[in-house]
Nanobody
Framework: QVQLVESGGGLVQPGGSLRLDCAASGIIFSIDAMGWYRQAPGKQRELVATITGGGITNSADSVKGRFTISRDNARNTVYLQMNSLKAEDTGVYYC???????????????WGQGTQVTVSS
């Protein structure tokens, strides 16, 4: 099995910064894409940013220029640096990973348990 453990959420004032970490552990041969999604109260889960194993990134227009996704392949960890936070960034942030658990095997999708980010004065 594979576990994704997130950390770094919390309460921050508008304009502030937070960094989210997500570490994958368990039976892992390799990890393809990793990413962050978020869900605000009463809304559907939405993509925040993704990063491939080769470092190619993609992010939602709403966070471009403010959020930066990165990863450490040796540690199976993905990061989300969030700057200039706004109230509308509030929500539960979920880590996602596309994991290959054996050579030439299929890719499985895993989710973290979520970490709350609240932007409020």
């Amino acid at each position: 099995q594979v576990q994704l453990v997130e950390s770094g959420g919390g309460l921050v004032q508008p304009g502030g910064s937070l960094r989210l970490d997500c570490a994958a552990s368990g039976i892992i041969f390799s990890i393809d894409a990793m990413g962050w999604y978020r869900q605000a109260p009463g809304k559907q889960r939405e993509l925040v940013a993704t990063i491939t194993g080769g470092g190619i990134t993609n992010s939602a227009d709403s966070v471009k220029g403010r959020f930066t996704i990165s990863r450490d392949n040796a540690r199976n960890t993905v990061y989300l640096q969030m700057n200039s936070l706004k109230a509308e960034d509030t929500g539960v942030y979920y880590c996602n990973a596309q994991v290959v658990i054996r050579a030439y095997g299929p890719t499985y999708q895993y989710w973290g348990q979520g970490t709350q980010v609240t932007v409020s004065s």
